[in-house]
C-alpha cells in the first residue's frame, strides 16, 4: 500500500531531484509533487511524497533533518477536504 507523505518548510530552491535522493534512501518513491505557486510559478515551499514500503521509516528518518538549509517537517498526508462546487461569477 503506498503512504501519501507531506513534506513542509522546504527551501524554494529544493528540487524534485533533491527530495527523490534523500526519500530514496528509505524505500522506492513512486512520485513527488512540488507544490508550485500558479501566479508566479515558483515553489511553495511544500511537497508530497507518494512512497510504498518505506514510507514509515522515511518520515521518522526526514521529520527534523535539515536539508537544503531548512528544517524538514515530514508527516503522512492528510486527505484533502471536500471543498464542494466553487462559483465562478457574481450573482
Request: avoid cysteine; charged fraction near 25%.
Amino acid at each position: 500500500m503506498s503512504k501519501n507523505i507531506y513534506v513542509g518548510n522546504m527551501s524554494f530552491s529544493t528540487t524534485e531531484d533533491q527530495l527523490r535522493e534523500a526519500f530514496s534512501e528509505y524505500g522506492p518513491v513512486n512520485g513527488i509533487q512540488l507544490i508550485m505557486d500558479r501566479e508566479t510559478g515558483r515553489p511553495r515551499g511544500f511537497a508530497f511524497v507518494t512512497m510504498g514500503d518505506g514510507g514509515d521509516a522515511a518520515i521518522q528518518g526526514l521529520n527534523g533533518r535539515q536539508l537544503d538549509g531548512r528544517m524538514l517537517t515530514v508527516n503522512e498526508a492528510k486527505p484533502r477536504e471536500d471543498r464542494g462546487a466553487r462559483s465562478g461569477g457574481r450573482y
